[in-house]
């Protein structure tokens, strides 16, 4: 029996892993393959964001379902104190006494490996797999395997394949930058994503494919176009303009769910409706879209409550806040409504002006139908309304043509 055993921070586990251990199982098939997080590596600092033992853990067992034969074991993350290899290959001995163990790791490894703790000890437990991290040092990985089978009567496989390039130090780095995404298998990608490991942030292309796929077909065009209006205001008011589009391809993901589909997500998310969100469970779908944001797709706060205020607004609105609330109302498929073409053009010059002609607009159009309206719909009205007032700008009026 042989068993392969790949050790390391994955922090996060990534496609270089996976295609080091694809190429060590095609080259040397063994009978079982084991990923194995380390605790804290002994050879490297680990990095300031590093997530959870118990989210690395989960991580690497995602990765692991991308290979056949291969699980993931968590002996090193009960331990205390420094996790060394050759404690690990102990215990993988007596676990397994009749196997023949392989330690698999990169050329950089090899390298170094008389630096680490009890070389002779890992060198006489188990045999060495070493795949490529950079072309062009293939003498000097011989010269190591030479030296290594010469002075600890090691047994060194060289893989032949393509050098793996990409590092968990590249990826940790590309991740808030919304980058890096195609350096991840999808299921690990999901996870960061959804916990916001590492400071992630999502690429919107994978965000827009996830988020629409929680749209009725016909909403997708309001979306897309909620997003390009979204963009366009925080480029014009100084916000940060993929969190804009971030919260715009969020903002109506519970939009689809009726009153007892709403109703269920609150239950989900402890959300407590009052009675006018009761009454009208079209005003629900911001709360429940803000919690289902920030569960299924990891909204940090500032974008969940962009989400949350969308539909009514709030008194005192953050610029992101304001942004969204506007880029819903007047996105280019929007169905034209009085004031439309007054409150796009206002939203480009005053915001709070832009703010309250919506609102102002909505409380007419709400009594013209005899709906109830909530709180805060008229308390955000008549907080901008002092605002302005305060700055002594007037209200705006719109045009007789703008019907
Ligand atoms: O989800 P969207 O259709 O894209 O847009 P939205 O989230 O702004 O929802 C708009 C609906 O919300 C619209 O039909 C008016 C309604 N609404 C906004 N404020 C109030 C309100 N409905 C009631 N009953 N009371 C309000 O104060
Ligand atoms: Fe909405
Ligand atoms: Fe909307």
Redesign the pocket.
Known sequence: MRVLIYGGSFNPPHLGHIRSVRTAIAALEPDLTLLIPAAIPPHKQLAAETPAQDDRFHMTGLAAGQIPGCETSDIELGRQGPSYTSDTLRQMHERYPAAELVFLMGTDMLLTIESWHEPQTIMALSSLAVFARETGREGEIEAQAAHLREAYGATVFVLEGEPVTVSSTQIRALLPKRQGREYLPDSVYGYIIRRRLYGARPDLDWLRERAYAYLKPTRVE?VRGAEAMARALARRWGADESDAAEAAILH?CT?KYDRDGQLRICEKYGIIPDK?ELE?D??L??RTGAAFAADEFGAPEHIASAIRW???GRPGMTLLEKIVFLA??IEESRRPYPALETIRRTAFEDLDAALELCLRR?LV??QEQG????P???RTREYYLKKLEEKGASPVEWAAQDQ
């Open positions: 309001h109506d939009k006018w009208n079209r005003l779908h911001a969308h539909t009514t819903d109302a909505t159009f709400l709906e109830p309206i909530h805060n719909t008229a």
